[in-house]
């Protein structure tokens, strides 16, 4: 039986896909609502105005309220990037070349390394994908 640990209200974080054992699952993408899994482990980022700021982003105008939609476009990235910095996120950025594989709530991203204000050590080597999720926005 697998083991598994939906994410729902678990804020912003970050998923490092690795053999863990643990199943991951996020309800995701607006109004589709999704439920993507990946095996690995969740990291919290403390960051609850980073993840308003996305369902903000995802909610808003562009996707008519809905936050529904598949695969994101560079201006997406860029905003989700500038949330990350704006947060003091650092070393994690969206995968550019994993767009089409993402939508709200399960962004591919890039982890670029650790540093002394990592909240996760000993995951390289660098870099290496991971997923950033927040709360669904339906």
């Known amino acids: 039986m697998n083991k598994i640990i939906r994410l729902y209200d678990a804020g912003l974080g970050l998923l490092i896909p690795c053999p863990s054992g ?3 699952s996020n309800q995701t993408c607006g109004n589709v609502c999704m439920q993507p899994e990946i095996e690995g482990v969740f990291v919290p980022l403390d960051a609850e105005d980073g ?3 996305l369902a903000a982003h995802f909610e808003g105008p562009k996707y008519m309220g809905s936050g529904a939609m ?3 476009d560079q201006e997406d990235a860029d905003v989700v990037d500038r949330i ?3 947060c ?8 550019r070349a994993r767009l ?6 399960w962004v591919h991203a ?3 390394g650790e540093s002394d204000w990592s ?8 870099p290496r994908p991971g997923i950033l999720t927040w709360p669904n926005s339906d």
């Open 100 to 105: 089409v594989d993402s939508h709200e709530a």
């Open 70 to 72: 598949l695969g994101l």
């Open 51 to 53: 993840w308003r700021a």
């Open 110 to 112: 890039v982890i670029g």
């Open 22 to 24: 643990v199943i991951y």
């Open 84 to 86: 990350l910095r704006e």
């Open 119 to 126: 909240p996760f050590t000993g995951f390289g080597p660098y």
């Open 88 to 95: 003091r996120i650092v070393g994690i950025v969206t995968d």
